[in-house]
């Protein structure tokens, strides 16, 4: 049997620094494909010929598979070893990025961003568990997740540009193509410098995988075809309904299973139970703010692909200088305090972008409350993440890493989905062209706010005041 890295706080056989750089760059890559196709949305529409409502499926193809599976990925770098799901999901994702760029139907784009989103599903919580089991709790792991929490920025900030400029001088499709050359170097570094931790006796819970998927999937196609359709359709609600009793099915199923991919141990703690419910409301809500900002600069300002991805740095070098200072931060105002802050000023910033109409400037209506997202993002990811984790048991670090990715993706494709319909239901009314576009797109960041409000909420009464309490 290989000695787990669980074992120790760093396996003899590697240093902490190749080991951080390969968890960082893969994760880097996987924040990398959601962003790089923000940019080239409109140019993906136009040339598969989405509509508005479909092409939010982009983002939530990915978004689903990779949240509902995420839990059975970290439940399977527990049984089977966390650096062989790790390289596993790096070949799926690769392949599938490849598939993605050489699409030539909706269809097809859309099934090879779902299978990417199971590799990254199987990728992604084998970065987390990894850097749980590699860098003990305290300054050393904060730290090393601030950089896991700047890495966020960088891959926006990267992948916005990028897009950006491909969609602009090349193809949006030669933003997955950069896939391969990155896929293939991270799984050669994995197989020399990360050992194997140590395989445990487990079944899957499957039922619970398939009911956590479907249900989610269900909730966001019946959000985005009551959008489509007006709530004029029986089969939008059949499918609310059916997403409703799938993912109470999914609670049920956890309490009753004897090894559980969701152990309902990890709400016991109001911290936790905080985090995940916020992470939920506050990735609904950023999700839409990157989905409908590239609309608002594209359709109503008349930016380019490539001028709107530059137009996105006073959000994303903000997010990054913010998560860079997480570390020092949080030793000095605490990790409540700090994540209660950082999502004050994103709620700040999200109510000022939502006075947007179509004679809002870029600088004063656009960039300016950007500059509060982004510092506000930046400062509330890594504090998540370590509220996410805080106190669990090391054979429960899998678990908790894939929940807490889990509700990062499904609060994304969720919101956008709810976002979608506010959007859809601001479209009435005397306005046309410019105009009305930007009254919808007015609507959505405003019910993007209420949520960052919840998320404030719920964050001062489940984190910050009993921690004052106590």
Same mark, same amino acid.
């Given at each position: ?7 120790? &706080? ?7 620094? &190749? ?31 989405? *509509? ?6 982009? %983002? ?43 699409? %030539? ?26 850097? *749980? ?47 391969? &050359? ?76 004897? %090894? ?43 930016? *380019? ?8 740095? &006073? ?156």
């Amino acid at each position: 049997m290989n000695t787990s890295t669980a074992a120790l &706080p760093l396996d003899a056989r590697t240093s902490q620094a &190749p080991v951080l750089a390969i968890i960082l760059i893969s994760y880097l890559m996987i924040v990398l494909d959601i962003s790089i196709v923000i940019t080239g949305l409109p140019k993906i529409r136009d040339s598969l010929h989405f *509509s508005t409502a479909e092409l939010s499926w982009v %983002q939530n193809a990915y978004t689903l598979a990779f949240g509902g599976l995420l839990l059975l990925g970290a439940r399977a770098g527990d049984i089977l070893g966390r650096r062989r799901m790790f390289i596993a999901g790096l070949g799926l994702f690769t392949v599938a990025s490849f598939s993605i760029g050489i699409a %030539q139907s909706p269809a097809w784009l859309l099934s090879a961003r779902a299978i990417q989103g199971v590799g990254a599903a199987i990728l992604a919580p084998s970065t987390l568990a990894l850097l *749980s089991t590699n860098f003990a709790e305290g300054q050393e792991r904060t730290r090393a997740i601030g950089y896991y929490g700047a890495t966020a920025g960088i891959g926006a900030s990267l992948g916005l540009v990028l897009g950006g400029i491909f969609a602009d001088a090349l193809s949006w499709r030669v933003g997955f193509f950069v896939n391969l &050359p990155i896929g293939v170097a991270l799984m050669l570094g994995a197989r020399r410098y990360l050992t194997e931790t140590e395989r445990r006796p487990g079944r899957f819970d499957v039922a619970g995988a398939i009911s956590s998927t479907l249900g989610m999937t269900a909730l966001v196609y019946g959000l985005v075809r009551f959008a489509a359709t007006g709530g004029h359709d029986a089969l939008a609600f059949t499918a609310l309904a059916a997403g409703v009793l799938l993912l109470a099915y999914l609670v049920f199923n956890e309490w009753r299973a004897p %090894q559980p991919i969701m152990p309902l141990r990890l709400f016991a703690s109001r911290e936790r139970a905080g985090a995940y419910a916020a992470r939920v409301l506050f990735l609904g809500a950023m999700v839409g703010f990157w989905f409908f900002t590239t609309q608002f600069m594209q359709g109503v300002l008349g930016f *380019s692909p490539f001028a709107a991805g530059v137009a996105f740095l &006073p959000t994303t070098l903000p997010n990054f200088a913010a998560a860079l200072a997480v570390p020092k931060l949080t030793q000095r105002f605490g990790n409540g305090r700090l994540l209660a802050g950082g999502l004050a000023l994103a709620l700040i910033g999200m109510a000022w972008l939502a006075q947007v109409s179509a004679d809002t400037s870029y600088l004063i209506g656009v960039a300016l409350p950007m500059v509060m997202i982004g510092i506000g993002q930046g400062a509330t990811l890594s504090p998540l993440t370590v509220a996410g984790i805080a106190g669990v048991a090391r054979e429960d670090a899998g678990a908790a890493s894939g929940l807490v990715n889990a509700a990062h993706q499904l609060g994304g494709s969720l919101g956008l989905g709810v976002l979608v319909v506010v959007f859809a239901a601001a479209g009435g009314g005397a306005l046309e062209g410019h105009a009305l576009l930007a009254h919808q797109i007015s609507a959505a960041f405003t019910a993007g706010a209420v949520m960052l409000a919840l998320a404030l909420v719920l964050v001062m009464l489940l984190i910050v005041l009993p921690r004052k309490a106590a």
